[in-house]
């Protein structure tokens, strides 16, 4: 069983396209897991509560539970459109997650692990969270004084638990450069953090105390048992989770989190994924601002799948990755519409004029094959290690062998039904058959199209047989393609 969340987000605001990498990078990995026959769990959601939340109401006019209610419709819309196979949507304003809260707050409170105390410090509203700094570093804004009586969790009672922890599970957090990050915050010393805010009234009471609530980020870790279905027993068939995140919030994930989930005798994390931020002009990419990125915008232009490949292909999980307008048309017209769309459009076009239009069964001996093998080998190595942009580098490699194989032996040029030209035409289809299983989970529609096109039933590939060499029958009905990713016109209005 594999249990896949992206973090849940918040409602201040509309999705922006650093929503999307991280929730279309778990959706590629969920999506992987079910081409291997896993089962497969995708978890997202949005995080309702907090000063934030509570604030952007108060500005635009209306309750947290309406501004709640009307983003998180826009965050599934969104996902909707963007081909997000979640399972279940998390809201933290929910009735069955405040169960969750309620009892795992109650559980550490009758443990001992929470205790009372003054909180005097600084606060980020925007990222909900406490800090020593005066300016935010990530979001470049002064950070607020706050004075008041909390409850906070013993964080500092875990340290010696998460080392082993780490000791044990060396894999646990990925890559290595943000485990060390995580270890970092152990060696400097584990200080108890407040779980709970005494001066706002938008979040979960504390059961015990219920002028104070929730603080934010420990109601929306909770989510995660939430969706698994925690209190009840069955919680361990999905249980432990591999969460998928950003680098911002690794203190949460890598130590915050098994924290509690050791103080509450949970099993911890079998995975925490962290890739780094989407820049803009060498800034984090925000959702309002100069720096904004319309995403509904983007896929009005680039469609959702050119939108997915971009961000899956150029952003190697780990680093930051630069984010352009420019750099999505790239990908849309070299590798998408140029590389990809001729290479199928050519095919089936010469498979309608020289064969009748019934696809041949490819040679074994092509010398496409030993290409088409490796490209294989080191595209399931990608998705497996999590990183799409190797699996669909390898992918496209395998697309050049096939376009360059086909500009060498010149098909058109031999007389319909040569021997060379069924040869030719066998291994390209081939070829795209594989290209249309190994891309599948970052491009779904586009593989699904791709498998159609070539005269095949149902798609429903699994790894790594469908992978093999030799896997179209031939003798199959192919139709001449119509694009798959239509020549771009200049939008109205430039996408920025």
Same mark, same amino acid.
């Given at each position: 069983?594999?249990?896949?969340?992206?973090?849940?987000?918040?409602?201040?605001?509309?999705?922006?396209?650093?929503?999307?990498?991280?929730?279309?990078?778990?959706?590629?990995?969920?999506?992987?897991?079910?081409?291997?026959?896993?089962?497969?769990?995708?978890?997202?959601?949005?995080?309702?509560?907090?000063?934030?939340?509570?604030? @952007?109401?108060?500005?635009?006019?209306?309750?947290?539970?309406?501004?709640?209610?009307?983003? @998180?419709?826009?965050?599934?819309?969104?996902?909707?459109?963007?081909?997000?196979?979640?399972?279940?949507?998390?809201?933290?304003?929910?009735?069955?997650?405040?169960?969750?809260?309620?009892?795992?707050?109650?559980?550490?409170?009758?443990?001992?692990?929470?205790?009372?105390?003054?909180?005097?410090?600084?606060?980020?509203?925007?990222?909900?969270?406490?800090?020593?700094?005066?300016?935010?570093?990530?979001?470049?804004?002064?950070?607020?004084?706050?004075?008041?009586?909390?409850?906070?969790?013993?964080?500092?009672?875990?340290?010696?638990?998460?080392?082993?922890?780490?000791?044990?599970?060396?894999?646990?957090?990925?890559?290595?450069?943000?485990?060390?990050?995580?270890?970092?915050?152990?060696?400097?010393?584990?200080?108890?953090?407040?779980?709970?805010?005494?001066?706002?009234?938008?979040?979960?009471?504390?059961?015990?105390?219920?002028?104070?609530?929730?603080?934010?980020?420990?109601?929306?870790?909770?989510?995660?048992?939430?969706?698994?279905?925690?209190?009840?027993?069955?919680?361990?068939?999905?249980?432990?989770?591999?969460?998928?995140?950003?680098?911002?919030?690794?203190?949460?994930?890598?130590?915050?989190?098994?924290?509690?989930?050791?103080?509450?005798?949970?099993?911890?994390?079998?995975?925490?994924?962290?890739?780094?931020?989407?820049?803009?002009?060498?800034?984090?990419?925000?959702?309002?601002?100069?720096?904004?990125?319309?995403?509904?915008?983007?896929?009005?232009?680039?469609?959702?799948?050119?939108?997915?490949?971009?961000?899956?292909?150029?952003?190697?999980?780990?680093?930051?990755?630069?984010?352009?307008?420019?750099?999505?048309?790239?990908?849309?017209? @070299?590798?998408?519409?140029?590389?990809?769309?001729?290479?199928?459009?050519?095919?089936?076009?010469?498979?309608?004029?020289?064969?009748?239009?019934?696809?041949?069964?490819?040679?074994?001996?092509?010398?496409?094959?030993?290409?088409?093998?490796?490209?294989?080998?080191?595209?399931?190595?990608?998705?497996?290690?999590?990183?799409?942009?190797?699996?669909?580098?390898?992918?496209?490699?395998?697309?050049?062998?096939?376009?360059?194989?086909?500009?060498?032996?010149?098909?058109?040029?031999? @007389?319909?039904?040569?021997?060379?030209?069924?040869?030719?035409?066998?291994?390209?289809?081939?070829?795209?058959?594989?290209?249309?299983?190994?891309?599948?989970?970052?491009?779904?529609?586009?593989?699904?199209?791709?498998?159609?096109?070539?005269?095949?039933?149902?798609?429903?590939?699994?790894?790594?047989?469908?992978?093999?060499?030799?896997?179209?029958?031939?003798?199959?009905?192919?139709?001449?393609?119509?694009?798959?990713?239509?020549?771009?016109?200049?939008?109205?209005?430039?996408?920025?």
């Amino acid at each position: 069983m594999t249990y896949l969340t992206t973090p849940i987000y918040y409602v201040n605001d509309v999705p922006h396209v650093g929503h999307a990498y991280t929730t279309v990078l778990a959706d590629a990995l969920a999506r992987w897991h079910r081409l291997a026959g896993r089962p497969v769990r995708l978890i997202t959601g949005t995080d309702e509560h907090g000063a934030k939340v509570q604030r @952007a109401a108060a500005e635009v006019g209306v309750t947290p539970a309406a501004l709640a209610t009307t983003t @998180a419709g826009r965050f599934r819309s969104t996902w909707d459109r963007l081909g997000i196979g979640y399972d279940e949507f998390i809201r933290t304003t929910s009735a069955t997650h405040r169960r969750t809260v309620t009892t795992l707050l109650t559980r550490l409170y009758e443990a001992g692990h929470l205790r009372r105390a003054r909180y005097d410090g600084r606060y980020c509203v925007a990222c909900e969270a406490y800090t020593t700094r005066a300016v935010c570093p990530v979001h470049g804004r002064p950070t607020e004084q706050i004075g008041e009586e909390n409850w906070f969790f013993r964080l500092s009672a875990f340290a010696g638990p998460l080392a082993e922890w780490f000791d044990r599970c060396p894999d646990a957090v990925q890559p290595a450069e943000r485990r060390n990050e995580a270890l970092g915050w152990l060696r400097r010393g584990l200080v108890d953090f407040s779980i709970s805010r005494a001066n706002l009234t938008w979040g979960i009471p504390l059961p015990w105390e219920p002028t104070q609530v929730t603080y934010v980020w420990f109601d929306a870790l909770a989510s995660y048992l939430t969706a698994a279905g925690w209190p009840e027993p069955d919680f361990h068939r999905w249980w432990p989770p591999r969460h998928v995140i950003g680098k911002d919030i690794v203190r949460f994930h890598a130590v915050y989190w098994p924290a509690i989930l050791l103080a509450a005798g949970l099993p911890l994390p079998e995975r925490v994924t962290v890739h780094g931020f989407l820049l803009q002009r060498g800034s984090k990419i925000a959702k309002s601002g100069e720096r904004a990125v319309p995403l509904d915008d983007l896929i009005d232009r680039f469609g959702p799948e050119a939108l997915r490949y971009h961000l899956l292909r150029d952003n190697p999980v780990g680093p930051d990755g630069e984010f352009s307008v420019a750099a999505v048309e790239a990908r849309y017209r @070299a590798d998408l519409a140029n590389t990809l769309g001729n290479l199928l459009s050519r095919v089936t076009a010469l498979v309608v004029s020289h064969h009748g239009g019934l696809g041949p069964a490819p040679r074994p001996d092509s010398p496409l094959a030993p290409v088409a093998a490796e490209c294989a080998e080191t595209g399931v190595a990608g998705w497996e290690a999590g990183q799409p942009a190797e699996a669909l580098t390898a992918a496209w490699r395998l697309v050049a062998a096939a376009n360059a194989y086909l500009v060498s032996a010149r098909p058109w040029r031999t @007389a319909p039904g040569s021997a060379e030209a069924v040869e030719v035409l066998g291994a390209a289809l081939e070829a795209l058959r594989i290209v249309a299983v190994l891309a599948a989970p970052a491009i779904p529609r586009t593989a699904a199209r791709i498998w159609r096109q070539l005269g095949l039933d149902g798609y429903a590939p699994r790894v790594p047989a469908d992978l093999a060499w030799g896997g179209y029958p031939g003798g199959r009905p192919v139709e001449r393609a119509t694009p798959l990713f239509p020549r771009l016109t200049p939008p109205a209005q430039p996408v920025r």
